[in-house]
Every structure is written in C-alpha cells, then in structure tokens.
C-alpha cells in the first residue's frame, strides 16, 4: 500500500521560502519514477486545487499558473521524495498541502483531485506577518 508523508510547513512572513517534502513509501516492486506525484493546497473555505505535477519516466514538471516562477518541483528517486521549494511567498498562498500519487493523470488531468487514490495528510503552510 502506497503511503505519503508530507513535512516542512511552518509560518512565514511575505516573501520568504519554504521547502515541502513528501516521502513515498511502499512502493513494493516500483520505483518513484513509475508515479506521478503531485501537490495539492486547500485554503479555508476553498476546493483543493493542483499545485504542481511531476510526471512518471522523464519528470516533466507541470505547474499551476499561481505556481509559475515561484515554485519548483523536484525528486530524489533514491530518497523517493518530491519537494516543492516556494519562493515569494504570499498570505494567499496559505493553505493545507497535500501530495497525491496516481499512475495515469496526464498533463490535461494532473490537477483533477478525484483521479488520485493514494494522499498524504498534508502539511500546514500560513504566510503572515
């Protein structure tokens, strides 16, 4: 069974950083590079939306518009781990986030929540002064 374990949120003030992992484990006979895994926020009051996604066998990187310039999604395959470093952080930008695994969301649907089966418990990230 598939587990994710997300860390790193925190408070921070405008315009700082913060750096999110998400540890991956019982992967049994794959790898990490066999899923695509992806980060979710969810602000108070609001629906999760995608973040960003990194795609199995390439790691071609898909962001959200939001997350463009700002974000950037990397993976240690030998620590299956994905982080999102976050820059120029904004008090909008505050939010639970959460990673997801699925095998076959693609560049049209990676930020479709329904098509994931397996989720973190997500992370608290607050920016505020």
């Known amino acids: 069974q598939l587990q994710l374990r997300e860390s790193g949120g925190g408070l921070v003030q405008p315009g700082g950083s913060l750096r999110l992992s998400c540890i991956i484990s019982g992967l049994s006979l794959d790898t990490l590079n066999d899923w695509n895994i992806a980060w979710f926020r969810q602000a108070p009051g609001k629906k999760r939306e995608g973040v960003s996604c990194i795609f199995s066998r390439g790691g071609i990187r898909n962001y959200a518009d939001f997350a463009k310039g700002r974000f950037t999604l990397s993976r240690d395959d030998a620590e299956n781990t994905v982080y999102l470093q976050m820059n120029s952080l904004k008090p909008e930008d505050t939010a639970v986030y959460y990673c997801?695994?699925?095998?076959?969301?693609?560049?049209?649907?990676?930020?479709?929540?329904?098509?994931?089966?397996?989720w973190g418990q997500g992370t608290q990230v607050t920016v505020s002064n």
């Open positions: 997801a695994a699925d095998q076959y969301v693609g560049s049209t649907s990676w930020f479709m929540t329904g098509l994931y089966d397996h």
